[in-house]
């Protein structure tokens, strides 16, 4: 968190799907001002949705494990559990949030990406910069590949500027941005 207040941004929405990831997040954060912390899983729907706990939380996915048990035998499904799942324009709807007070999105849900971003359209028109997990091989099943995700993006104006894979060719991180974006500041 302090990260984020050293770049001047103001709001910061946390939103984990896993319990116990969640009640580790909300010690962290309950005397951090201007810090919000939602428990639900995000995608492109409302209702409910089965989230696939592993061993390593870094890994829990919506989508289930697939080529990920090839690159990371360690790692290995523990516990399946049902969670409320919400498109993020609903949940900033629920929570009273306009989606003009966030400009940088930081979407890491192993392989669900595009589901968050199909179920984000109203608050993609407000968002000048987004950093988010990518993957060139299907770690998880189902999991939209990088094409599909610069794909969609672009329709909402943006073209991926920068992609990192440090650990592994097959996933890593990518980073966003709109044309408009040195005319945005982040809040």
Not at 72 to 97: A, G, H, M, R
Not at 119 to 147: M, Q, S
Request: charged content about 20%; some cysteine.
């Amino acid at each position: 968190m302090a990260a984020y207040k050293a770049m001047g941004i103001g709001k910061v929405l946390l939103i984990e799907a896993n319990p116990n990831v969640y009640e580790r997040l909300r010690r962290n954060v309950q005397n951090i001002s201007d810090v919000q912390l939602v428990q639900c899983a995000i995608s492109n729907y409302n209702g409910t949705v089965q989230l696939h706990v592993t061993s390593m939380d870094q890994s829990i996915s919506i989508l289930p494990l697939k080529s990920h048990q090839v690159l990371y035998p360690f790692i290995v499904e523990t516990d399946q559990l049902n969670v409320e799942c919400k498109t993020l324009d609903s949940l900033l709807n629920e929570l009273s949030l306009s989606t003009s007070d966030f400009n940088i999105l930081n979407i890491d849900i192993q392989g669900a990406e595009l589901l968050a971003f199909e179920g984000a359209t109203n608050t993609l028109k407000h968002i000048a910069a987004i950093l988010t997990e990518i993957n060139f091989a299907e770690l998880y099943e189902g999991c939209a590949l990088a094409r599909q995700l610069d794909e969609f993006l672009k329709l909402y104006g943006f073209v991926r500027v920068a992609t990192s894979t440090p650990y592994h060719p097959s996933w890593g991180d990518a980073f966003y941005v709109t044309p408009f974006f040195k005319n945005r500041r982040c809040r």
